[in-house]
């Protein structure tokens, strides 16, 4: 346990040097001083994860240790293979889904239950984004190993980067328009990173101190599609596009595995600190 709290510090210091690198030009002063002291405002959300995972007890009693080990022992490693594909629930599941589906599966949480619901599908709830947090940062220092074994793992792949690819929407834009053809530019004062090329997916999730909270991908990819209106007025069949993809969904997790797939061999270096 604790080797893995050192390596941890060791890994999450050079992700600070790297981002500060990057970001200093518009980062507050107070965060400036707390990065300059080696703290990380993510790591907060490690901690709450980390808690949450051992404690948190479900209707039927399980919290999330007694099946996956005390500190999430069983899991390290599994961020870096995700999303893949689980026969228990017969999808290909991204960190999100997984931990959704573990807590109404196995921990007798009910998935309509709009309590529970606030405190998992929010921002600032408490469940989604530490738990997720925490168990990203059991890969810390491994490198990101997505197979394309399972025939619903190649069918949403290809599915993925057909939708980079896609333009839709009022302004007939794509992913890849902004993130392949434009990467470099400026669009709202902010450089275009290559998610694809780049390997971001190395540092998600990522604190980002602009709204001041940490993003999963889940979070980051709807947002994109939010903010850049990659939807149709109206549901397209052909076009396969959703308006504001809902959460969870096979627009969104095709997406994650198709940058994820591309991000294979980069190291695993979480929470990420962006602008
Ligand atoms: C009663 C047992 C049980 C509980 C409680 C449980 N899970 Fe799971 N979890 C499973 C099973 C079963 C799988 C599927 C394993 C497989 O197919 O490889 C799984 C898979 C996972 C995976 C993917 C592992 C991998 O190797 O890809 C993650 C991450 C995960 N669970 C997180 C959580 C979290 C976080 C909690 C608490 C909120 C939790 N689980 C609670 C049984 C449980
Ligand atoms: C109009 C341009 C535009 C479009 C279209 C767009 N994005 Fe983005 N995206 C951005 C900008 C700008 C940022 C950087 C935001 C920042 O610096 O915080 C970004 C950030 C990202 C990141 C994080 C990159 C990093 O550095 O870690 C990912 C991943 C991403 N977008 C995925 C997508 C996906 C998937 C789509 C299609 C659904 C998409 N984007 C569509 C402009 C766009």
């Known amino acids: 346990m604790g080797k893995r709290k050192l390596l941890l510090s060791a890994l999450t ?14 980062m507050p002063s107070h965060l400036q001083e707390l990065l300059e002291l080696g703290m990380h405002p993510g790591h907060a959300y490690v901690d709450e994860g980390r808690e949450t995972f051992n404690t948190l007890k479900g209707p039927n009693g ?11 022992a069983k899991l390290e490693g599994a961020y870096a293979k995700m999303p893949r594909y689980y026969t228990d629930i017969d999808r290909v599941a991204d960190l999100d889904l997984r931990i959704l589906s573990c807590m109404t599966k196995y921990m007798g949480f009910d998935p309509k239950d709009k309590k529970f619901r606030k405190e998992f599908d929010k921002w600032n709830g408490r469940y989604r984004v530490p738990l997720a947090t925490f168990v990203a940062s059991l890969s810390n220092g491994m490198e990101i190993n ?9 069918e949403l792949y290809k599915k993925g980067e057909k939708l980079w690819f896609m333009r839709v929407g009022a302004r007939d834009f794509s992913c890849g328009i902004c993130h392949t053809v434009l990467t470099g530019r400026r669009i709202r004062l902010q450089g275009l990173p290559d998610p694809v090329k780049a390997k971001v997916y190395t540092h998600w999730p990522a604190y980002r101190f602009g709204s001041d909270k940490m ?21 397209d069949e052909k076009k396969d596009w959703v308006q504001k993809p809902p959460p969870y969904s096979d627009w969104v997790i095709a997406l994650e595995l198709y940058m994820k797939y591309a991000a294979n061999g980069g190291v695993v270096e979480v929470p ?4």
């Open 146 to 154: 997505v197979q394309l074994d399972d025939p619903q793992e190649k």
């Open 13 to 26: 210091g050079g992700v600070i040097l790297g981002a500060v690198a990057t970001a200093q030009e518009q």
């Open 62 to 72: 399980k919290t999330c240790a007694s099946c996956h080990g005390e500190d999430g």
């Open 215 to 235: 993003w999963t991908m889940e979070d980051r990819v709807r947002s994109c599609f939010k903010a850049y209106f990659l939807y149709e007025k109206k549901w």
């Open 272 to 275: 990420g600190l962006l602008r």
